[in-house]
C-alpha cells in the first residue's frame, strides 16, 4: 500500500513538474506563434475554391486540390477553431495556471520573510555600493538616513550595536506578485472569451429602410430571437464635401415592444446602439434589388419662398408652389457623373455615392424640358426663374447592414484588460528595493556603509540611492552647522 | 512655413545624422559625435514641429466638416495617425526620441550609428513606396477616441523593439568569433534581406511614372526585380540579392573591430536590449493589443477575429512573452536572446507592413 502511494506521488509530481515547467511555456510559445501564421495565409471559412486558387500558386494546378484536401483534414481552413489549435490554447492556460500555483508560494514566503540586518562583509558584496563618513554625532547620522529613507516610502528597520547601527529597509515587496497578476489575467480573458461563445452570438440583420424585425441571423437559414422588435427609419451615407470618401454611415433605428416604441437612435460607426444585451453595430449597408416602395424626398421652394418637403413616388407629379410649374421624376441614378471622355451622363456606381433625380418640368404655354438635380451638388437645383429643388433622400431603396452581438463575456474582458494593463505596469516599472545602511562611529567621524539590491532596473536603483545618500548628507551637515 | 518643409529638413538631418554616426565610430573625434548628436536633436525638433503643424491643419480640416466637435474631439479626430505614411513618420519620431534618451542615459554615441539607420530606412521606405502624403478625411471606421491611443502606444512599443534590434544586431557581431557561427550566418541574412527589399523598392519606385508610384505597394512591389516577367530579370536579381548577402557576409564581421574598439561592451547592448524590450512589451500589449481588442469591440461586436493584422500581433507578443520567460525563468542568455530580439523585430515589420502588403484583413485602410 505504502510503495503504490509513493509511486501515486512520484506521478502525480512528475505531471505536476511538466505543467509547471518552463520548457512547456517555452514550446507552447513557440508553436502557438508558429502555428497562428498557417490562418493568417490560408483564407480562413472561405470559399474552396479561393484557397485552392492560393495554394495553385505554390504546389501547381494539379496538386492544388489535393493539397487542400490535406489541409482541410489538418483543420488549417478554421484552424482557430480545430481541435489541435484550441489545445494548445488549453494546454497554454494550464501551464499558466499551473506554473503560477507552483511558484507562488515561493514568492509569498520571500515577500513575508522579514529583512534580517547584514554583516558588513555582506554589505559591501551587494550590486550597489556606497560610502560616507561625517563629522559629526552618530545619533544625528542615523535619524537623518532614517528620515530620508522614510521620506522615499522605504520601511525602515533599526538594530543597534555597540557604537554602531544599522538601518535596514525595502519597499514595494509586493510588486513580485505583479507577474502572477499578469498570468491571472490572461486566464481571465480566456474565461470571458468562453462566456461569450457559451452565451452569446454574434449575428448580423439586413434591415430595409422603414422595415422592422424580430430576429437576427447568425446563417442565413439560422434566426436569432431578439425578443422585442427592430426598425431602421433611415439610412445615409455621408461625404466629405468634394469627395468621394465617405464622412459617416449612419441608420436611425428604433425599438419597438408591445406596439411602443421605447428607443430611438441614430448609430455610427464605433457608435452603436444596445438595448437589453444585445448592441447593433453599423457595418454595412447596401442597394436594395427591387425598388418598389421608393420615395423621392424633394425640398421645394418658389423663388424668395419657404421651402416645402414632398414625398413622391416615380412619375407622381408635384407643383412648385404658387408658380403654375409642375414636375415629375422621370430618372434616377446611385451615382451619377459625367464620362471625362465622352461628355455623356453616366452611372459610375452601384450604391449611392452620388445619387441624382431627372425631373420633367412642365410650364403652360411653354415646351417641357428635363434637368437633372444632384444630392451633393445643390446648386444643380436652381432653376432660371431662381425657384429651388433639393434631393433630400431616395427613402425606401437602402438597407443598412447591421453586426447583431451579445456578449455577456465581455465585461470580464475589460475588466482583465485593466488587471493586466496595471500588472504589466507594476511588473516592469516598479521593482523590490531593499537598502541596507551600516552606521559606525568614534567621537570624531562616523562612517556611513550604503549596499542595495533591486529586483529589476538596477541603473535605476543606483540614481535613487544616490539621491538618498546626498539629501541625507545635506541634512545631516545643515543639523552639525 | 507647411509641415512638408520642416519634414524634409528633418529627413536630411537623419540622413546626415547617420553618416556622422558612422564617421564617429570610424574616427572616435568627440567633435564629430557631438556634431552628429546636434543634428539628430536638430532633425528631431524639426520633426516635431512637422507634426504639430500637420496635426493643426487636420484639426481644422475635421473642424470645418464638423462644426458641432468640440476641441477635445477635434484633437482626438485630428491626430495625424491616420494612414501608412502619417504612422511610419511617427514610428521615425519615437525611435529618435528613444535614441537620444538612451544616448542620454548611457552617454554612449556609438548605438547611433545603428539606430539612425533604422529611422533612414524608414524614411526612404516612405519615399519609395509612393504611399500618399496629403491630408486625408478621416473614414467612419477611424472616427473612434481609440485611434489616437491605440496608434500612438503601439509606435512607442515598436520603437523600443526597434531599438532593441539595433542593439541585438550588434551585440551578435560582437560576440561572433568566426564567419561559419550559425548566429553570425543569421544576421548577414536578415540584414540583408533588409537591404535587399529595400533597394529593390527603390528600384521599382525609379522605374515607375510618378502616378503608378501611389500604387507601388499594392501592385508593383518588386516587380521590376525580384517579380519580373521576364525570367532573366528575376533571375538576375536572385543572383545579386544572394551576392549581396554573401558580401555582407564576408565584410560584417569588420565591423566587430570598429565595436570593439568602442566604449561598446556586449553586456550594455545586451541591457539595452532586454531593457527596450521591458518598455515595449507593456506598452505594445496594452496599447497594442488591448486597446486594439477593446476598439474593434465597439466597432464591429467582436474583440478579437483572428483576423491577419490581428494574429500577426499575437504572434509578435508570443515571441517576446517568449524572450522574457526565456531569459528570466527559462537561463537564457546571450545570442539566442538577441536572436529573438531579432526575430521579435520581424514580426513587428510584418504585423505592420506585411499583413497589407502581402495579407489583407480588417484593417486593410492602413495601406491606403
Given at each position: ?420 494593463a496595471i500588472g504589466l505596469y507594476i511588473c516592469f516599472f516598479i521593482s523590490n528595493k531593499k537598502i541596507w545602511i551600516n552606521i559606525k562611529g568614534d567621537k570624531k567621524t562616523v562612517h ?34 | ?120 530606412l524608414a524614411l526612404l521606405f516612405i519615399d519609395v513606396s509612393g504611399t500618399s502624403k496629403e491630408l486625408q478625411p478621416l473614414i467612419p471606421a477611424l472616427q473612434s477616441n481609440w485611434l ?221
Open positions: 500500500m505504502k510503495d503504490n502511494e509513493k509511486e501515486n506521488k512520484d506521478i502525480f509530481e512528475k505531471v505536476w513538474g511538466f505543467f509547471a515547467s518552463v520548457k512547456l511555456a517555452i514550446f507552447l510559445l513557440i508553436i502557438l506563434a508558429l502555428s497562428s501564421i498557417i490562418g493568417t495565409i490560408v483564407e480562413q471559412n472561405a470559399e474552396p475554391a479561393r484557397n485552392i486558387a492560393l495554394l495553385a500558386k505554390f504546389f501547381g494546378d494539379s496538386a492544388a486540390p489535393s493539397v487542400y484536401n490535406i489541409f482541410a483534414k489538418l483543420g488549417f481552413m478554421s484552424m482557430y477553431d480545430s481541435w489541435w489549435f484550441v489545445s494548445f490554447l488549453a494546454l497554454f492556460s494550464i501551464n499558466l495556471i499551473v506554473c503560477s500555483i507552483d511558484r507562488l508560494p515561493k514568492t509569498w514566503h520571500l515577500i513575508q520573510t522579514p529583512l534580517r540586518p547584514l554583516a558588513d562583509t555582506a554589505i559591501r558584496s551587494l550590486p550597489i555600493k556606497k560610502e560616507a563618513s561625517f563629522n559629526t554625532g552618530l545619533n544625528i547620522v542615523k535619524d537623518e538616513f532614517s528620515n530620508t529613507l522614510r521620506t522615499s516610502k522605504f520601511h525602515v528597520h533599526e538594530a543597534s550595536g555597540e557604537g554602531s547601527f544599522q538601518l535596514y529597509s525595502q519597499k514595494n515587496r509586493y510588486s513580485r506578485l505583479a507577474v502572477y497578476v499578469v498570468h491571472l489575467s490572461i486566464i481571465l480573458i480566456f474565461m470571458g472569451a468562453m462566456i461569450g461563445m457559451r452565451f452569446g452570438f454574434k449575428g448580423y440583420l439586413n434591415l430595409p429602410e422603414g422595415i422592422a424585425s424580430d430576429v437576427a441571423y447568425e446563417s442565413p437559414t439560422k434566426e436569432i430571437p431578439l425578443g422585442f422588435t427592430i426598425k431602421c427609419n433611415w439610412y445615409d451615407t455621408q461625404y466629405y464635401e468634394g469627395m468621394d470618401a465617405p464622412k459617416e454611415f449612419q441608420s436611425e433605428l428604433v425599438i419597438i415592444e408591445n406596439g411602443k416604441e421605447v428607443l430611438k437612435k441614430v448609430i455610427e460607426v464605433n457608435d452603436p446602439l444596445t438595448y437589453r444585451g444585445i448592441t447593433f453595430y453599423q457595418a454595412n449597408y447596401g442597394m436594395l434589388q427591387e425598388r418598389t416602395h421608393g420615395d423621392f424626398i424633394l425640398e421645394v421652394a418658389p423663388a424668395g419662398g419657404q421651402g416645402n418637403t414632398f414625398r413622391l413616388k416615380f412619375g407622381e407629379p408635384f407643383e412648385i408652389p404658387g408658380t403654375g410649374i409642375t414636375g415629375r421624376v422621370v430618372d434616377f441614378s446611385p451615382a451619377l457623373t459625367r464620362d471625362r471622355e465622352t461628355g455623356r451622363l453616366i452611372t459610375y456606381a452601384d450604391s449611392m455615392v452620388n445619387p441624382a433625380v431627372a425631373i420633367e418640368f412642365s410650364e403652360p404655354g411653354k415646351p417641357t424640358y428635363t434637368g437633372w438635380i444632384l444630392r451633393r451638388y445643390p446648386e444643380t437645383g436652381i432653376l432660371p426663374g431662381g425657384h429651388r429643388i433639393r434631393l433630400m433622400d431616395y427613402w425606401g431603396i437602402e438597407y443598412t447592414g447591421l453586426q447583431v452581438a451579445k456578449d455577456p463575456g465581455v465585461w470580464l474582458i475589460y475588466l482583465a484588460s485593466i488587471i493586466m556611513v556603509t550604503i549596499g542595495g539590491s533591486s529586483s529589476r532596473n538596477r541603473l535605476a536603483f543606483e540614481n535613487e540611492i544616490d539621491k538618498i545618500l546626498s539629501h541625507a548628507s545635506k541634512a545631516i551637515e545643515g543639523r552639525s552647522t | 512655413m507647411s509641415s512638408s518643409v520642416f519634414f524634409d529638413i528633418s529627413a536630411g538631418a537623419y540622413i546626415a545624422a547617420m553618416i556622422i554616426y558612422v564617421i564617429y565610430l570610424v574616427t572616435r573625434n568627440r567633435t564629430v559625435g557631438i556634431t552628429a548628436t546636434s543634428v539628430t536633436f536638430l532633425g528631431f525638433l524639426s520633426q516635431s514641429a512637422a507634426f504639430i503643424i500637420r496635426w493643426a491643419n487636420s484639426y481644422t480640416f475635421w473642424q470645418a466638416e464638423h462644426p458641432a466637435s468640440g476641441v477635445l474631439e477635434s484633437l482626438l479626430r485630428g491626430a495625424p495617425l491616420r494612414n501608412l505614411y502619417e504612422s511610419l513618420i511617427f514610428f521615425v519620431w519615437s525611435i529618435i526620441l528613444a535614441h537620444l534618451f538612451i544616448e542620454h542615459k548611457y552617454k554612449n554615441r556609438s548605438l547611433g550609428a545603428f539606430v539612425t539607420p533604422i529611422a533612414a489616437l491611443f491605440h496608434v500612438l502606444l503601439s509606435f512607442l512599443g515598436y520603437a523600443a523593439f526597434g531599438i532593441s534590434f539595433g542593439a541585438a544586431a550588434a551585440y551578435i557581431i560582437m560576440v561572433s568569433e568566426s564567419r561559419t557561427e550559425k548566429t553570425y550566418i543569421f544576421w548577414s541574412v536578415i540584414i540583408g534581406i533588409f537591404l535587399i527589399i529595400l533597394i529593390a523598392m527603390g528600384i521599382d519606385f525609379m522605374s515607375l511614372s510618378a502616378a503608378e508610384r501611389a500604387q507601388l505597394i499594392q501592385s508593383h512591389f518588386l516587380k521590376t526585380t525580384f517579380r519580373s516577367s521576364s525570367a532573366g530579370i528575376a533571375a538576375a536579381s536572385w543572383a545579386a540579392g544572394i551576392a549581396l548577402i554573401f558580401v555582407l557576409w564576408y565584410t560584417g564581421l569588420g565591423l566587430k573591430k570598429v565595436l570593439n574598439n568602442l566604449a561598446l561592451t556586449p553586456a550594455m547592448l545586451d541591457d539595452i536590449a532586454y531593457k527596450s524590450i521591458a518598455a515595449g512589451f507593456p506598452l505594445f500589449t496594452i496599447g497594442g493589443l488591448i486597446m486594439g481588442a477593446i476598439w474593434a469591440n465597439s466597432a464591429w461586436g467582436k474583440y478579437w477575429t483572428w483576423d491577419p493584422k490581428e494574429t500577426w500581433s499575437l504572434i509578435t507578443w508570443f515571441v517576446y512573452a517568449l524572450y522574457l520567460h526565456a531569459r528570466f525563468v527559462g537561463g537564457w542568455r546571450g545570442k539566442r536572446v538577441a536572436i529573438l530580439a531579432i526575430v521579435g523585430f520581424i514580426a513587428v515589420i510584418f504585423t505592420y507592413l506585411g499583413v497589407n502588403l502581402v495579407l489583407s484583413g480588417l484593417h486593410a485602410y492602413g495601406s491606403e
